[in-house]
């Protein structure tokens, strides 16, 4: 079982900055990779930016720029440096991870989220 705890979402103004986190725990053979999602009011989860074990990161088009992530996935930990906040990046910010049990499955685990609220 792999749980996912997310950490420093809050309410900032616009052109402002936070920084969120994820601490992993449990057991788990590998990691393929973490990374952050989001979820808006009334629109479907999106993908903010992810990091593989080999260290090759995606981010969306709509973070490019103003978004860092890093972390280490050996230690299932996972950060995500938000700034030049914009009203747009309103909404709850999920960490995930994808990887492999030692039975050899593969698992996908979620947190329960972080809110961010970017608003004046």
């Known amino acids: 079982q792999v749980q996912l705890v997310e950490s420093g979402g809050g309410l900032v103004q616009p052109g402002g900055s936070l920084r969120l986190s994820c601490a992993g725990s449990?057991?788990?053979?590998?990691?393929?990779?973490m990374g952050w999602y989001r979820q808006a009011p009334g629109k479907e989860r999106e993908l903010v930016a992810r990091?593989?074990?080999?260290?090759?990161?995606n981010y969306a088009d709509f973070v490019k720029g103003r978004f860092t992530i890093s972390g280490d996935n050996t230690k299932l930990t996972v950060h995500l440096q938000m700034n030049s906040l914009k009203p747009e990046d309103t909404g709850v910010y999920l960490c995930?991870?994808?990887?492999?049990?030692?039975?050899?499955?593969?698992?996908?685990?979620w947190g329960q989220g972080t809110q961010v609220i970017v608003s004046s």
């Open positions: 990091i593989t074990s080999g260290g090759i990161i």
């Open positions: 449990g057991s788990i053979f590998g990691i393929n990779a």
């Open positions: 995930n991870l994808d990887g492999v049990r030692y039975s050899s499955t593969p698992v996908r685990a």
